[in-house]
């Protein structure tokens, strides 16, 4: 394909280097332009196409920081408009006085005339993929522009589509387009109509690629057996005992639960959901101490290492008291610190190890590992499980999941299937709620005033800065500038900044320090959601809030109220639209993740297209299951992929649904799922 050639270098800058890459990198979101609008008949901000002819084109140049201007005054029978566009040169060599054109794009209204910002546009009559039509618009990155890259993709498809064989046969297709048409029409739909059946095909493909995965390990381990512990009722009564405080029903019978698992030798899989700061942990604990108690060796793990800190520091007081042996393996440790734990664990000395993720699952063999916890594992039941399961010499170890993401229980179901699920619903006694207000960016000012105020008290704060669906390092752009902007207007404050681009050891020092109380604000991207426990921090802003999931605001919102202080959650939204502020409203009227959780549910409805970053799930690129017909999808889909795997486990027959599997296989993060 020599014409992509030249096209090679933007497309590796978005991690696509085959074919195939380019073919799934789907669009986030569409704008119809599909309709031409008579210039009369324009209405002020939307997203609208015209075709008119061009009357005047006019080029101001730039000085100083502005740019160069381009503005072209358009005309119908109906009447007239203005485009502009800024800084954008070809626009001045393609746009001629007299030329019929069809421009798309947003129209605001100046004056008296309408005005199209930085429209598209192109000649009448030749066919473009960036006007008068269904337009895709994809997540770019920094020196990609949305026009070059709806090219180069439209190329690709053009090239490549031809050769996409379906991995599926008609009747397991059920119903759903083919991939090449599904392909096609999710990248440049002929109408909007057609977009949800092509992305139910792909998302089709997701789902199985997901349950074929799960369904071999199923098959993998339906003949493996593990430990029986049995735990007396003397240990259990002095374990309990052993905490400092009465648990709640809650957790009394998730303690039940956990420990009638692993009495059995089926290896127990089983999900602890509960909202932070439900005492997930706690239950934790007692079946780690039980485990030991037994005789087993106990590990958790953590995703991030600073996490896998705190732990350590809240469970080793406990465990201690009940003389259980505790470790805390991290890959920072010096060699010779690791190689003795090492030591321990192969001896059995090592009764609880705590770490990341990475670091017990890559270096140590247990001679006997009885039970895991996986706390906040987003991705359990996919490629981490697997990695356990080698080591299990003892035989299978049991695996509890902890996860303050609700999962609503009939998507849990359909996407893990073979789960058992444990509730915490009910808090401790005694918190006090954290208290949500939405404000828009005019109280700037006072929640700044705030922010200090509370800093000035001695407590600390986070402010999290908007999600940019289109890119990453946008993202971060703006996690510096706000930082930037936020050390002007208070600097008396010290103020830290985190970020997913950031190495993990720098991220992870200064989470270290603003949880040592060294800084009194952290402006941060989502990082922080699956983060750090700090006692001290009293408030947290969250900027340009609708752009956040619900439950994702929750998660977020749990970073504060952790401690004894009063604490404030401030949702910064300038969209009034009555669907954001409904969505808004939920949360500021709720605590319940739970209730959160199936709101999201019901107001995301079908109407979801793709591209939401969702926690505490799969991580699904086309599928939302937020999509009740995706969920139908899913179960679906599992119900193919035991049929599939039944027959032929290693899909040696079935190359193509093998090569899906490995295409939708999760790459592991470093550190934090930023
Ligand atoms: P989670 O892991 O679900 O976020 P934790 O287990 O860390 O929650 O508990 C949060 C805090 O509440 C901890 O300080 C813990 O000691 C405390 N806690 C847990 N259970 C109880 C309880 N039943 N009564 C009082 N405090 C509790
Ligand atoms: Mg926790």
Redesign the pocket.
């Known amino acids: 394909m020599p014409e992509l050639a030249r096209g090679a270098a933007t497309l590796a800058r978005l991690g696509i280097s085959t074919v195939r890459d380019g073919l799934w990198y789907l669009p986030f979101r569409y704008d119809d332009f599909s309709e031409l609008r008579p210039l009369g008949e324009l209405v002020p901000d939307e997203k609208q196409s015209a075709r008119a002819t061009v009357a005047t084109v006019r080029v101001e140049p730039g000085f100083g920081r502005r740019p160069q201007r381009v503005i072209a005054q358009l005309t119908d029978d109906t009447g007239t408009a203005e485009a502009i566009w800024f800084g954008r040169r070809y626009v001045e060599r393609r746009l001629q006085q007299g030329d019929e054109v069809i421009v798309s794009g947003k129209v605001t209204q100046r004056g008296w005339r309408p005005q199209f910002t930085s429209p598209e546009f192109s000649a009448v009559g030749r066919d473009s993929v960036h006007t008068a039509r269904v337009v895709p618009v994809y997540h770019l990155t920094v020196g990609v522009t949305q026009r070059r890259l709806r090219e180069l993709l439209a190329r690709i498809l053009d090239h490549g589509l031809p050769s996409v064989i379906d991995p599926l046969t008609d009747a397991e297709r059920h119903g759903l387009p083919a991939l090449d048409d599904a392909l096609r029409t999710a990248h440049f739909p002929e109408e909007a109509a057609d977009v949800k059946e092509a992305l139910d095909r792909l998302a089709f493909d997701e789902l199985l690629a997901l349950q074929l995965t799960l369904a071999q390990a199923r098959e993998a381990r339906a003949g493996l057996k593990a430990p029986r512990i049995a735990v007396s009722e003397a240990d259990r009564t002095e374990i309990i005992g052993a905490l400092?405080?009465?648990?709640?029903d809650d957790?009394i019978t998730t303690i039940g639960e956990v420990l009638g698992d692993i009495e059995t030798e089926r290896p127990m899989r089983r999900l602890l959901q509960?909202?932070?700061?439900?005492?997930?942990?706690?239950v934790a604990a007692v079946a780690l101490a039980a485990a030991v108690r037994a005789g087993w060796q106990g590990a958790l793990m953590a995703p991030t290492e600073i996490l896998a800190r705190q732990h350590h520091a809240?469970l080793a007081p406990l465990l201690d008291r009940l003389g259980v042996r505790v470790d805390f393996l991290s890959g920072s440790l010096p060699v010779a610190r690791k190689r003795e734990i090492h030591d321990a664990i192969a001896e059995g000395a090592a009764e609880v190890v705590i770490g990341t993720h990475a670091v017990i699952s890559e270096a140590v063999e247990f001679p006997r590992l009885g039970l895991v916890i996986v706390d906040e594992q987003h991705r359990f039941g996919v490629g981490q499980r697997a990695a356990l399961q080698a080591k299990g010499t003892g035989g299978e170890p049991h695996v509890l999941a902890?996860t303050?993401t609700p999962i609503p229980r009939t998507l849990a179901l359909s996407v893990y299937g073979d789960l058992s699920i444990s509730t915490?619903r009910e808090l401790?006694?005694g918190r006090e709620p954290i208290r949500t207000e939405i404000r828009d960016r005019r109280a700037l000012p006072k929640i700044e005033a705030f922010l200090a105020a509370e800093a000035g008290e001695g407590r600390q704060g986070f402010v999290v800065v908007p999600l940019v669906a289109e890119s990453r390092s946008l993202e971060v752009a703006s996690a510096e500038a706000e930082a930037e902007r936020l050390r002007e207007a208070l600097p008396q404050l010290r103020i830290g900044m985190v970020h997913g681009q950031q190495k993990a050891e720098l991220r992870d020092a200064t989470m270290t320090a603003f949880a040592a109380g060294e800084m009194d604000l952290l402006v941060a991207t989502t990082v922080i959601e699956v983060g750090i426990d700090v006692p001290n921090a009293s408030v947290i802003l969250i900027e340009d809030a609708e752009r956040f999931g619900l439950a994702q605001l929750h998660q977020l919102r749990g970073r504060v109220g952790r401690g004894r202080h009063r604490s404030f959650c401030i949702l910064l939204s300038d969209v009034t639209d009555e669907l954001a502020t409904r969505r808004l409203d939920v949360v500021r009227g709720s605590n319940d993740g739970f209730a959160i959780a199936e709101s999201d549910l019901q107001l995301r409805g079908a109407g979801n297209l793709l591209g939401t970053r969702q926690s505490g799930l799969p991580p699904l690129r086309v599928a939302s299951l937020f999509d009740p017909r995706h969920v139908e999808l899913a179960q679906r889909a599992r119900e193919l992929a035991d049929g599939i795997i039944g027959a032929d486990p290693s899909l040696a027959g079935r190359p193509l649904l093998a090569r899906l599997q490995q295409d939708f296989a999760p790459i592991e993060e470093e550190g934090d799922a930023a």
């Open positions: 400092p405080f009465t648990l709640t957790q509960g909202d932070v700061g439900s005492g997930k942990t706690a809240g902890l303050a915490i401790p006694p």
